[in-house]
C-alpha cells in the first residue's frame, strides 16, 4: 500500500516569495484535506476536498493561499508573497467516506512539507 | 472555548508499563468522531485508534484502547505494556457531524510521552 505523499519535504524561502506544495493521497480516496502545523501545537484545518471539489475552508486561510485539486487526483496548496508567519509544518491527509473499512472517515496523513520563511 | 482538551503537556512512564493519556471534548453534535494519533519526531501523524459517538463499547487497537465515557465526554487513551518506541507527541482530535459528510479534524494540543527504560 502506498500511503499519502508529499513533495517536498523541507522548504527554504525568502519572504516574499511564492512557494507551491504537492500533495498524492492513497490511491482510492475521494477525500483530500490540507493541515497547518506550528511548532507545539496541533495541526489546524485549512481546507478541505471531496474529489475535486472544495467543499470547506478555514478563516486560517487568507487570500494569499489557494488550494486546488484538478481532476480529483493530487492536490497543490500555493502560498503568495510568503511572510515569516507562514512558516510551519503543512501536512496533507486523505480518507474515504462511506467505506467499512475506513470508520469514521479516518484521515491518514503524509510526512508533511517543513517550511521555513526567512 | 476548546473543543479538545489535553490537560498533560507531558508524562513518563516506565517501559512495560500501562499509561493513561487524558483527552476531554466539547460538542453539541449528537454524531461525532474522536481519533488518536502519534506523531514521533520524524513528524508523520500516524493514526493509532478511533471511537464513534455511536459505539457501545470501547475500541481497542493491540495495546491501544479507548476509555469513552459520553456522559463526562472524555476519551482517555489507554497504552498497555509501553516500548521504548512509544516516546512520542500524542494527540487527541475530533470530527463533528456524521462520518458520510467528510469533515475537518479538531486536534488538542497534545501530550508529550516519554518511555524509561
Known amino acids: 500500500d502506498t500511503g499519502v505523499s508529499q513533495d517536498p519535504r523541507h522548504k527554504i524561502t525568502k519572504r516574499g516569495q511564492n512557494v507551491t506544495f504537492r500533495c498524492d493521497p492513497i490511491s482510492e480516496h475521494n477525500r483530500l484535506y490540507w493541515y497547518r502545523q506550528t511548532l507545539g501545537q496541533g495541526p489546524e484545518f485549512l481546507t478541505y476536498?471531496?474529489?475535486?471539489?472544495?467543499?470547506?475552508k478555514s478563516r486560517l486561510l487568507s487570500d494569499r493561499f489557494s488550494a486546488e485539486r484538478p481532476k480529483g487526483s493530487f492536490s497543490t496548496l500555493e502560498i503568495q508573497r510568503t511572510e515569516q508567519g507562514d512558516s510551519a509544518m503543512y501536512l496533507c491527509a486523505s480518507s474515504y467516506g462511506q467505506a467499512f473499512w475506513t470508520r469514521g472517515d479516518t484521515q491518514y496523513f503524509g510526512p508533511g512539507t517543513r517550511l521555513t520563511v526567512l | 472555548a476548546q473543543k479538545i482538551t489535553q490537560t498533560q503537556p507531558g508524562m513518563f512512564v516506565q517501559e512495560k508499563e500501562a499509561v493513561t493519556l487524558d483527552c476531554t471534548y466539547d460538542t453539541s453534535d449528537p454524531s461525532y468522531g474522536l481519533f488518536w494519533y502519534k506523531q514521533p519526531s520524524s513528524g508523520e501523524m500516524i493514526f493509532l485508534i478511533y471511537q464513534g459517538s455511536y459505539d457501545q463499547q470501547n475500541a481497542t487497537e493491540g495495546r491501544y484502547s479507548l476509555n469513552f465515557q459520553k456522559a463526562r465526554k472524555s476519551a482517555n487513551l489507554v497504552i498497555s505494556a509501553s516500548q521504548l518506541g512509544d516516546s512520542a507527541m500524542y494527540f487527541c482530535?475530533?470530527?463533528?457531524?456524521?462520518?458520510?459528510?467528510?469533515?475537518?479534524?479538531?486536534f488538542g494540543e497534545g501530550t508529550q510521552l516519554t518511555v524509561n527504560p
Open positions: 482530535a475530533m470530527r463533528e457531524g456524521r462520518e458520510t459528510s467528510g469533515s475537518r479534524l479538531t
Open positions: 476536498f471531496q474529489n475535486e471539489a472544495q467543499l470547506e
